[in-house]
């Protein structure tokens, strides 16, 4: 058996000086120990009205329990039957004191969102003429012939709605209908912000306009054709007017509310979604609703409900408010009536006027969201002593700058994590943190579809988790936590097909407090200190503008929105932004527009020293002083890109590059990577206190050994483990001194991750420089993959009946060989097993080998789910122990959690792979007693039920037509049914997963260095 060695050797003399010195002691003990403010948070929905006291102080509990620290809670119709509580009434202001009262008695904090349901802001307190505005208009065709007439008529309201409010009349001198017809400009309801309802997220902006469309002047409409009649119509509608010759459309444009409302919510429920162009319609809702809410929660805490929260914005777009024809013209310097036809897809003057317009147009319904809607949230929030979180994406506005006025930042993503799924959120909102100094990045966490189905759990999603750590978030709020009012209904009510089940009814949530410990461990030294980034992403002045990652192999940046840039100087050849930080590289992205303030900007800064990576622009957006502007922006594209043939461009004191990589234009400035690896690695790097602290994950789900180069100097690594807390001192590195870089392996297994973390230290520097292993030289600092005997650098094993020899970098060096082979213990037959009685399952039987539970006939033990616990004498003979070697029980495959004790002594949960654990410290010779306890997953028991008769009304898509009596009256099912759900997702004929303790499991001893260092080492 060929077993690695570890050759970290964190001398104990060294670790005890550390100590003494104080070294990272408050940092390393809120690590093992996280405070509650890093532990993870859950969205709760509340589902229909179906919550009561009981279950709320249940859930609480449970959350309090496993490690969960805070809630947002989402008030939500998802296919459930109605429940006794309406939203908002009385009995639900009563459940919602309780849920405060209960939240501060548990330690916990309280995030509501700002509204019913999930997708925006509102309710039945909100106007219709307060509510979100579009333009309407009704249109009568008026055929003048050749000479022109003198034309009465009457021009009817667009809508009866009494909220609607004229804006102008228009007459326009129709081209050719039926060449017009065949052309559609794209995009043209985003674009006129017309969208309605959900999209997903990489098909919800505008990247790219058609800048070389021609077409025939047929179908457009030149400006000296487009008459205004707003004067000749009275406040009946009726109009008189001498018609020139020709086919001319007369328009009546109004606006009114669009019909959008808070969603999803209970029929009956909800109102419409608020004005987001309005201050006042911004005060109406915050002061109808948050305000309420927040003097409820004073009388308890004003330290539990903490703030107040915006979810995904899914409620479509609104092109016009009560004052917008004076804040365009304020705003854009021209009329925005005589562009109204544009809105219909009408051509005015051609393409790129019309697409001028709707950019303007976009630019300021982007600029008032943020001013009056969000900006003014945030105030009003801060106000009342709330923080302000928001899902700032998939906006009305330009996404960062909107961000810019959220406390806490918020991101998205799905798991599985798809192509065009919402994860480049991570980076977008975790970027805009890093500009505005909030130490918090949250994310919607694992959001699923139906296809979840109670699979997932902790292994599962672990790694995807990591690569959103390493993207820039620190809080995860699980999507969701479906609260539970049934204390006889198991797994219970679902958020629809929606999310993970994350609720106290999984077979595992009272097992899920090592994960959530691992994460607020995680998030906690996340948060601390400042982000390292080489480089800023400057994004396009498009408001629609959906954010999309960049790809920099061994660098880190950020991204930054035009309002914030507009703000960045340059300083001693840096960027620096107003609360100091500072970048070495300025990336531009762009759709090929710019306008000449920006590109004006981007000049400044280069000639004063700012390094800048991108390509030039060919267009200025917008109407706003074209076509000058365009002849501005080529000058100033000449001047700075020149004939666009060179890599690297001197302009002042600094440089621009193009025709080459963003990689290739770092080296030239002689910048070298932060991080590389010998393998695909996910990572992020932060400076705490002076010490480099770098997360580095492996995404593989397979055990690799990676060879790592770190951009630090003159400092000690050392390992911090997320997964227990222990902090390893680690001295197999090599310092590349002239070169600022720190070399050194790492041994992870599957999915592992861990914290190096590099120390400022005023000791005499011993590191190994050289491990050489029956004359083969082991320790690789290189990017070469590695082989075979490379050792293994974290787990201290080393193989036996080998001679090792040592070297620091004092040029001492120990030669020792290791201690010979031990043969496993293999331990796959006669166990006996007692499975969680009221399940199905009989209470104990044995296995005589071990197999996973789906393959045993026994129908009660083959539809399982829940725990059972195995149980075994094993027997070590006299001789296996050794000080020299750790003692290592490995259950080999588990499903998919297990509990371990040795002689009574509990050694923990072990909730991904490897299903190992050390009893070096708790087995002795003879007889031992282990006790394995396992958990599964739903689903087979779900599976199980449904092999029985229905025992609940339900619709074909499996949803409930009502509650069941049986279980409105506290009883069980009445056909013998062990589980029930509001949402059917198994049917009979559905896959069994495999479940229980699989193994193969045995006992291993593996020669170990930190179990006997030599003596010449201490």
Request: charged share 25%; hydrophobic share 35%; with cysteine.
């Amino acid at each position: 058996m060929r077993i690695k060695l570890f050759i970290v050797l964190a001398l104990a003399i060294l670790s005890l000086n550390a100590q003494k010195n104080g070294i990272n002691n408050n940092l390393k003990e809120n690590f093992l120990s996280p405070p509650v403010s890093a532990m993870p948070w859950v969205y709760w929905t509340w589902l229909g009205g179906n919550i009561n006291k009981e279950g709320i102080t249940a859930d609480l509990e449970a959350m309090k329990r496993v490690g969960i620290g805070g809630v947002i809670i989402l008030d939500v119709d998802q296919g459930t039957p109605h429940g006794p509580v309406v939203f908002f009434d009385s009995q639900w202001k009563s459940i919602f004191k309780h849920t405060i009262a209960e939240a501060k008695r548990l330690g916990m904090e309280v995030n509501m969102n700002n509204a019913q349901g999930y997708e925006g802001s509102g309710g039945y307190w909100i106007t219709p003429d307060k509510a979100m505005q579009e333009v309407v208009k009704y249109e009568k065709h008026v055929s003048a012939g050749t000479n022109g007439m003198h034309w009465e008529g009457k021009l009817d309201k667009p809508t009866e709605a009494l909220e609607y409010r004229d804006i102008a009349v228009l007459a326009i001198a129709e081209p050719d209908t039926a060449l017009r017809s065949k052309f559609k400009l794209p995009q043209l309801n985003l674009k006129a912000l017309l969208w309605g309802g959900w999209i997903t997220y990489n098909n919800t902006g505008i990247s790219k306009p058609p800048y070389d469309s021609i077409l025939s002047e047929q179908i457009c409409i030149p400006k000296e054709k487009i008459i205004d009649l707003t004067s000749k119509m009275d406040i009946n509608g009726n109009i008189v007017w001498d018609v020139p010759a020709g086919e001319w459309t007369i328009i009546r444009y109004g606006h009114a509310w669009n019909k959008r409302t808070v969603y999803p919510t209970p029929e009956g429920e909800g109102g419409p979604e608020s004005d987001k162009l309005s201050k006042e319609a911004t005060q109406l809702h915050f002061n109808s609703f948050v305000k309420e809410l927040n003097s409820i929660a004073q009388p308890f805490t004003k330290n539990t409900l903490v703030a107040t929260h915006i979810d995904s914005w899914e409620r479509g777009g609104q092109n016009w408010t009560a004052s917008m024809r004076q804040e365009f013209l304020k705003r854009r310097g021209y009329d925005i009536v005589p562009y109204l036809p544009a809105l219909s897809g009408r051509i005015i003057e051609n393409v790129n006027i019309t697409e001028r317009f709707l950019f303007d147009l976009r630019k300021t319904v982007s600029e008032l969201t943020v001013e009056n809607y969000v900006k003014e949230y945030h105030r009003l929030a801060q106000e009342n002593g709330l923080r302000l979180t928001y899902e700032c994406y998939t906006t009305m506005g330009n996404d960062l700058n909107a961000a810019n006025y959220v406390d806490e930042p918020m991101a998205e993503f799905w798991n599985p994590d798809k192509s065009n799924g919402f994860f480049p959120t991570t980076k977008s909102m975790s970027s805009v943190a890093h500009l505005n100094s909030r130490s918090i990045v949250s994310s919607e966490a694992f959001t699923s579809n139906q296809d979840e189905k109670w699979k997932y759990h902790p292994a599962i999603i672990k790694a995807l988790g990591d690569k959103a750590f390493c993207s820039g978030v620190n809080r995860f709020v699980f999507h969701r936590y479906a609260a539970q009012p049934f204390v006889n209904a198991k797994p219970g009510l679902q958020m629809g097909p929606w999310g993970l089940h994350y609720e106290r009814t999984n077979t595992w949530w009272e097992w899920s407090k090592p994960w959530h410990e691992y994460l607020a461990r995680c998030q906690y030294l996340l948060r601390q200190g400042d982000f390292n980034a080489d480089v800023l992403n400057v994004l396009p002045e498009e408001p629609l503008y959906r954010f999309k990652m960049l790809s920099i192999k061994g660098y880190d940046y950020d991204a930054c929105g035009e309002e914030l840039f507009k703000q960045v100087i340059v300083k001693d050849g840096k960027l620096v932004l107003p609360n100091g930080r500072q970048y070495k590289m300025l990336v531009l992205t762009h759709n090929g527009c710019m306008s000449v303030q920006m590109l004006t900007h981007i000049a400044e800064l280069i000639k004063k020293g700012a390094n800048v990576f991108g390509e030039a622009p060919r267009q200025t957006p917008g109407l706003e002083g074209y076509p000058k502007a365009e002849n501005e922006l080529q000058l100033l594209t000449k001047e700075l890109w020149g004939n666009g043939n060179e890599k690297m461009r001197k302009i002042g004191d600094g440089n621009l590059f193009q025709n080459c990589s963003i990689e290739e234009a770092l080296k030239m400035l002689k910048i070298a990577p932060d991080f590389q690896a010998s393998k695909e690695m996910n990572w992020i790097h932060r400076t705490v206190e002076g010490k480099d602290v770098y997360f580095i994950a492996n995404p593989a789900d397979s055990s690799i050994h990676v060879n790592c180069s770190f951009r630090v100097i003159n400092k000690v690594p050392e390992i911090w483990n997320p997964e227990t807390g222990k902090v390893s001192t680690y001295l197999s590195y090599n310092q590349q001194d002239k070169l600022g870089i720190i070399n050194l392996s790492l041994s992870l297994y599957a999915n592992q991750s861990v914290f190096v973390v590099f120390t400022p230290t005023a000791q005499t520097k011993k590191n190994v420089v050289s491990v050489v292993c029956d004359n083969k030289e082991l320790l690789n600092y290189g990017m070469a993959e590695g082989d075979k005997n490379s050792f293994n650098s974290m787990s201290g094993d080393v193989m036996p009946n080998a001679t090792y020899s040592i070297t620091l970098s004092n040029g001492k060096k120990d030669i020792f060989t290791a201690t010979k082979s031990i043969p496993s213990i293999h331990l796959d037959e006669n166990w006996d097993v007692h499975f969680q009685e009221g399940l199905g399952a009989p209470v104990k039987t044995t296995f005589s080998k071990l197999i996973s539970w789906s393959d045993v006939s026994d129908a009660g033990i083959k539809y399982f789910s829940g725990t059972a616990t195995y149980t075994k004498t094993i027997n070590i003979p006299k001789g296996y122990l050794s000080d020299k070697n750790r003692i290592i029980l490995d259950l080999g495959r588990v499903e998919v959690m297990a509990k371990v004790k040795v002689n009574g002594k509990d050694l923990g949960i072990l909730w991904k792979k490897p299903y190992r654990v050390d009893l070096s410290e708790v087995i002795k010779e003879g007889k031992n007693e282990l006790e394995v306890e396992v958990v599964n997953l739903w689903p087979n028991r779900l599976i199980g039920d449904e092999q029985t008769t229905e025992d609940a009304l339900r619709n074909k898509n499996g949803t409930l037509q009502s509650w069941p009596k049986w279980l409105l009256d506290g009883k069980t099912s009445s056909n013998g049914r062990y589980t029930f759900c509001s949402w059917k997702l198994y049917d009979k004929d559905a896959k069994l997963l495999p479940s229980g303790l699989i193994g193969p499991v045995e006992i291993k001893f593996v020669p170990n260095i930190y179990r006997k260092y030599p003596k010449d080492f201490k």
